[in-house]
């Protein structure tokens, strides 16, 4: 791959997380002040979890079979970009509901093909995919730095994370029909490649790597969707919680550029997921202690193994056991499996965790409502150390493209 190829897949993932980022990190907070119950800010962020239960499949059904992956890319990045606008002026339950399922439905599918055409064009995955996919870690930040800045100049009010996305994805939309052309692949004998996807499940070594994706990626949603509250519980100012939530995939790009490439080639992806999935207790157990704050921000960091050596050594290795004809749509099994069943259903459960240790009471006169967080956050930290010692027992590492 040449120099100029891996700049513009660069900037594919930049823009790619930057509009994922801009809203996804500070809306929760944003909900929680205008009113919504912890079930209803958790249906919003189901959303997309249920999208990528749905929608997936059909984009790489379309990726491998129908039309060119980048041209799926910008149209429906395009089409994001005036649903977010449209979702800038909403305040009600209800219509933020119905207009982000459909932005959902749209934006899904994007989040497995990103990595499904950088991978069809790269010539060393295990080396050159990290430096492009940390271009989108940067994104996030540069998401989370930018929105802090919008509200500096034009305040804080309901819906500015979501014009900052409608830019964002206008851009992302536009840049898409300049990446090298990806025709779909027609050498595969079955026409619906999503089926031939779903027979990897027949081998128990992926089937066991899918399993334990889905438990882990359920609890992912307690870092997403509850992390912003829990730091402004503990005194971080919600005009700073962009760029201070931004530390993590700080650490990410560092995990993405220095560990990654220099650690996978040498203890395999068995010992990289496993490195990934111990961080994770660990963040949630300092969460659980809450102090001192500056403790539990630099837990933050610990995101970047969670995320890096969990879920982008996951997409790599997906990569490496899928056969080249439906390689699209095996990335989107596993985000089906991932960022679809898993947070959709880890929504629903952060949500109900959230509300069932939530209480409210009168004080001076005053209505109160305190959240006990290490109740809130002793529930993910039990649960991935059971997934962590469970991976160690049945995942065993298996060979190259084709073997699954």
């Known amino acids: 791959m040449n120099l100029s190829m891996m700049i513009r897949f660069g900037i594919m993932m930049f823009l790619q997380y930057a509009v994922w980022g801009a809203w996804f990190s500070v809306l929760s907070a944003a909900l929680e002040n205008m009113g919504f119950t912890g079930m209803q800010i958790g249906s919003i962020y189901s959303l997309l979890p249920l999208a990528c239960i749905i929608s997936p499949f059909v984009g790489g059904q379309i990726a491998d079979?129908?039309?060119?992956?980048?041209?799926?890319?910008g149209i429906s990045h395009l089409i994001g970009a005036a649903l977010m606008l449209i979702l800038s002026k909403q305040t009600e339950?209800?219509?933020?509901?119905w207009i982000m399922l459909i932005y959902s439905l749209l934006f899904a599918p994007t989040l497995p093909l990103t990595n499904s055409i950088t991978f069809q064009h790269l010539t060393s995955v295990e080396r050159q995919f990290g430096p492009i996919r940390v271009?989108?870690?940067v994104g996030w930040?540069?998401?989370g730095a930018g929105i802090d800045q919008w509200r500096h100049f034009l305040g804080l009010y309901p819906g500015d994370c979501f014009q900052l996305t409608a830019?964002?994805?206008?851009l992302l939309g536009l840049f898409c029909f300049a990446l090298p052309k990806t025709p779909p692949n027609r050498e595969g004998a079955n026409p619906w490649a999503f089926l031939e996807a779903i027979r990897l499940l027949r081998n128990k070594v992926f089937l066991v790597f899918i399993l334990l994706s889905f438990i882990v990626a359920t609890e992912l949603e307690f870092y997403y969707i509850l992390t912003g509250p829990f730091l402004v519980s503990i005194g971080i100012p919600e005009a700073n919680l962009g760029t201070t939530m931004a530390l993590a995939q700080v650490a990410e790009i560092l995990v993405m550029l220095v560990f990654l490439p220099w650690l996978l080639p040498r203890i395999g992806v068995r010992n990289s997921l496993a490195l990934g999935i111990i961080a994770w207790p660990i963040r949630y157990a300092i969460f659980c202690i809450g102090q001192p704050t500056w403790l539990v921000v630099a837990s933050l960091t610990l995101h970047g193994f969670c995320y890096v050596f969990f879920f982008t050594v996951g997409q790599i290795y997906v990569d490496e056991?899928?056969?080249k004809d439906i390689r699209g749509?095996?990335?989107?099994l596993h985000a089906f499996v991932t960022l679809g069943l898993g947070l959709f259903l880890g929504s629903f459960f952060c949500g109900w965790i959230r509300d069932l240790f939530t209480e409210t009471k009168e004080i001076a006169g005053e209505m109160v409502t305190t959240v006990n967080y290490f109740n809130v956050f002793m529930v993910?930290?039990?649960?991935?150390?059971?997934?962590?010692?469970?991976?160690l027992i049945t995942f065993r590492e298996q060979g190259k493209r084709g073997e699954a």
């Open 65 to 73: 079979r129908y039309l060119n992956t980048e041209k799926f890319l």
């Open 93 to 97: 339950f209800g219509n933020l509901y």
């Open 135 to 137: 271009a989108g870690t």
């Open 141 to 143: 930040i540069a998401a």
């Open 167 to 170: 830019i964002l994805s206008l």
């Open 321 to 323: 056991v899928a056969p």
């Open 329 to 332: 749509s095996a990335q989107s």
């Open 380 to 391: 993910p930290c039990v649960l991935t150390i059971v997934c962590a010692a469970a991976f």
